[in-house]
Nanobody, 121 residues
Framework: QVQLVESGGGLVQAGGSLRLSCAAS????????MGWYRQAPGKQRELVAA???????NYADSVKGRFTISRDNLKNTVYLQMNSLKPEDTAVYYC???????????????WGQGTQVTVSS
């Protein structure tokens, strides 16, 4: 079964750093883009950062210069390094990947279970 497993969330003070990881596992044929979304209480889920299989990146304006997305294609893993964290970064962070399972006809979106990031002021 193809799945995404996240790790690295937690509680940090404002100005601190956290690193999120998300590993894809299962019988995979290919992984295209990977990314991170977040959802704060009472708000819609929003894109934080995304990275293509070739390494091109895209960031939400609110995190540019503070967050860095990267991936290790050999490990099927995407990372989100979060620096200079602010209380408004508090949310559940979800990993997302556009993947094709080994016996599937086409690729589709997969989501991780979510990891809580809480930034205290």
């Amino acid at each position: 079964q193809v799945q995404l497993v996240e790790s690295g969330g937690g509680l940090v003070q404002a100005g601190g750093s956290l690193r999120l990881s998300c590993a894809a596992s299962g019988r995979l044929f290919s992984i295209n883009s990977m990314g991170w979304y977040r959802q704060a209480p009472g708000k819609q889920r929003e894109l934080v950062a995304a990275i293509t299989s070739g390494g091109s990146t895209n960031y939400a304006d609110s995190v540019k210069g503070r967050f860095t997305i990267s991936r290790d294609n050999l490990k099927n893993t995407v990372y989100l390094q979060m620096n200079s964290l602010k209380p408004e970064d508090t949310a559940v962070y979800y990993c997302n990947a556009d993947m094709r399972a080994l016996l599937a006809w086409s690729q589709r979106d997969y989501w991780g279970q979510g990891t809580q990031v809480t930034v205290s002021s």
